[in-house]
């Protein structure tokens, strides 16, 4: 039972969300109306991105688990807030700059009824600089009569045009197994970095002090100026000593720069999101204690979640907290965090330095929580406990049974149950629920998948 095919788990069965950490990322690029969207779905294979081409749509996925001949990798859609006429520019090139940040490959796409404007030419310029492989692909090309027309693109001085009709599928597969052979196996960010210092994104919506924290933290401690042998940095990270020990902050140009968009600066700021958790381990969530915990607080979390990321919880800005503000904190924390209670959370102020000491302890313990595995054996002792203490419910006359189970995977811990028949949701909860008092799992989420055996 011990080889279990780890990539079969990555179905899931419940609520659960798997994630395999450190997938190679493919990344799509280019104007409003090229038809990024359609070709998302092309490769998904199923009709997830959007439906409509529509210009101003916005989408509140930027990610996506895909699979390509045995392969699987993530997408990112780069072009999910299709900004107006005067923001074409800025829009696509904020695209291209997290493109580049971020994947392994990049997709440039570009409308072969139009041809190349200014605008992909000035794309074209900013990915010319990366040193990323980049594919151009030609859409539209819904037929062999129109093929002149991408090759009229070899101009952009991107390499070769892919003729490609995103709408009828025409080309893409070519073009894929092309790109496959460009994608390594694991993400190249990720591959520099094993054994290296552990990756941290700060995160947390506008104006919480996500910059403050990082020029404090940076300010009183080491900035580390690439001395560890080996490692290629990445202009957007920062490694700073903290505690004795060297971290790498993900992201932090993203964090620095600030994207000055008027329109779309939600989707942005979700992008960059979506990219810092991509090649981190752990993140902390910063939050400001002078403002009610929003929406967009908790968007970030689930968005934490779904990545399967470690999670630190940072409530900054206690230097302001009042008596009256503080009843009211405990209240929304109750309410809206109770998805997370097993998150260690730190009370700080980026401002006057207040217990930022404590965020080196809570990362370490919630990657420890991360790369926690339990041995079979052990795991299985625990089930045999908890069943008999509490059976699953009978279901319809009959009432499933857990006959095995193991931990498939860490960083996230994944299990996986045996059952002679589907568990209930709330059985499975109740397994989770179990894990953490006997375990803890601090920091990390975990993953209760079930397969049912005849
Ligand atoms: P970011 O957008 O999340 O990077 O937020 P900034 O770091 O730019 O902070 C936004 C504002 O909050 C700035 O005016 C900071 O000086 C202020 N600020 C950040 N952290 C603290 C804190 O701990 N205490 C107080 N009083 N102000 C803070």
């Known amino acids: 039972e011990a080889d279990l095919d780890l990539l079969e788990i990555t179905e899931d069965y419940g609520d659960g969300v798997v994630y395999l950490p450190a997938l190679p990322v493919l990344a799509i690029v280019g104007r409003p109306n090229v038809g990024k969207s359609a070709l998302v779905n092309r490769i998904l294979g199923r009709r997830e991105a959007v439906v409509e081409d529509k210009p101003g749509v916005t989408r509140d996925r930027v990610a996506y688990k895909a699979e390509w001949a045995g392969r699987r990798f993530t997408l990112v859609d780069t072009g999910g807030w299709e900004p107006d006429a005067a923001g074409i520019n800025a829009a696509v090139a904020a695209q291209a700059e997290v493109a580049i940040d971020l994947a392994d490959v990049v997709l440039f796409v570009v409308d072969s009824n139009v041809g190349a ?25 819904d037929d062999s009569r129109q093929e002149p027309q991408a090759s009229a693109l070899w101009s952009l001085g991107l390499g070769e045009p892919y003729p490609v009709s995103a709408l009828h599928g025409r080309g893409v597969a070519d073009l894929l197994d092309l790109i496959m052979q460009k994608m390594p196996e694991v993400s190249n960010v990720a591959k520099q970095e094993v054994g290296g210092p552990r990756r941290v994104a700060i995160l947390g919506r506008p104006n919480v002090g996500k910059s403050s924290l990082l020029n404090k933290a940076a300010g009183e401690e080491r900035v580390v100026v690439n001395e560890l042998a080996g490692t290629t940095r990445d202009p957007v990270d920062e490694q700073i000593e903290l505690g004795g020990k060297v971290w790498t902050f993900v992201d932090t140009a993203g964090i620095r720069k600030r994207v000055h968009l008027q329109q779309g600066a939600d989707f942005y700021a979700s992008l960059r999101t979506s990219a810092a958790l991509e090649k981190a381990e752990v993140a902390v969530v910063v939050l400001d204690v002078t403002e009610p915990i929003s929406v967009q607080d908790l968007r970030i979390i689930d968005l934490v979640l779904e990545s399967g990321r470690a999670l630190v919880l940072a409530f900054n800005k ?75 419910p009978v279901r319809g006359g009959k009432q499933p049974r857990i006959l095995f189970g193991t931990q498939a995977a860490s960083r996230p811990p994944t299990f996986v149950l045996f059952a002679t028949g589907f568990l209930d949701p709330g059985y499975r909860r109740y397994v989770q629920r179990r894990l953490r008092e006997i375990y803890g799992f601090e920091g990390s989420p975990i993953v209760v998948n079930m397969r049912v055996r005849e």
């Open 318 to 392: 206690w230097d302001l907290l009042d008596d009256e503000r503080r009843r009211y904190l405990e209240r929304e924390i109750e309410q809206d965090l109770a998805h997370v209670t097993w998150a260690p959370r730190v009370n700080i102020s980026a401002r006057t330095g207040r217990h930022l000491e404590k965020l080196v302890p809570a990362l370490e313990l919630a990657l420890e929580s991360w790369d926690t595995r339990i041995p079979t054996g052990k795991f299985n002792a625990f089930l045999a406990e908890l069943t008999a203490a509490h059976p699953h």
């Open 117 to 141: 404007t200014a605008t992909d030419e000035h794309v074209v310029k900013m990915l010319r600089r990366a040193d990323r492989p980049v594919f151009l692909a030609a859409n539209k090309v």
